[in-house]
């Protein structure tokens, strides 16, 4: 009687925790974007090339984990002020620490299905900052400036 009641608790406990990534993280992730100077128009486009926000700096924004199936979404912010040199930033995912946990606390599901199909095995940095360069009067064109990600 006690060895089922304690195999009945190890198996909730081990179908709680599949999908760690998932439970722990969720599918989303505000990102905090800013820039020098502040007040910069910015777009935000996914992987596809279709525009997921559009705003000024600073703002918070909270974008989707994952694009799919093992694949996690991917998104290009693009920042412009008038008198300024326009910045554009990849802004890329990692595995989250939490998908690795699904190999230790034994959660097979959420390893291979759970956390793959949700996207909740992959994390953002915190912030964006974009630094865009005066331009220089009488110059025709523009440069990427540098944008930091943390």
């Known amino acids: 009687m006690i ?43 996914n992987r596809a090339g279709e ?8 703002s918070t924004v909270t974008l989707k984990r994952g694009a799919g199936y093992f694949k996690s979404e991917a998104y ?30 034994g959660g097979l599901l959420g390893m291979l299905i759970v956390d793959p199909a949700s996207g909740g095995m992959y994390t953002f940095p915190d912030t964006v900052k974009g630094t865009l360069a005066p331009t220089v009067a009488g110059v025709v064109g523009t440069s990427a400036a540098p944008v930091t990600v943390k």
């Open 76 to 105: 290009t912010v693009t920042m412009k002020k008038e008198g300024f040199a326009d910045a554009s930033q990849q802004v890329d995912s990692q595995v989250s620490g939490w998908y690795v946990a699904n190999i230790m606390l």
């Open 3 to 45: 060895r089922l009641s304690q195999a009945a608790v190890a198996a909730a406990v081990v179908v709680c925790l599949s999908g760690c990534a998932s439970i722990f993280n969720g599918t989303t992730q505000p990102v905090a974007f800013s820039s020098a100077p502040q007040g910069a128009a910015m777009t935000i486009t």
């Open 51 to 58: 525009p997921v926000h559009t705003g000024t700096t600073p």
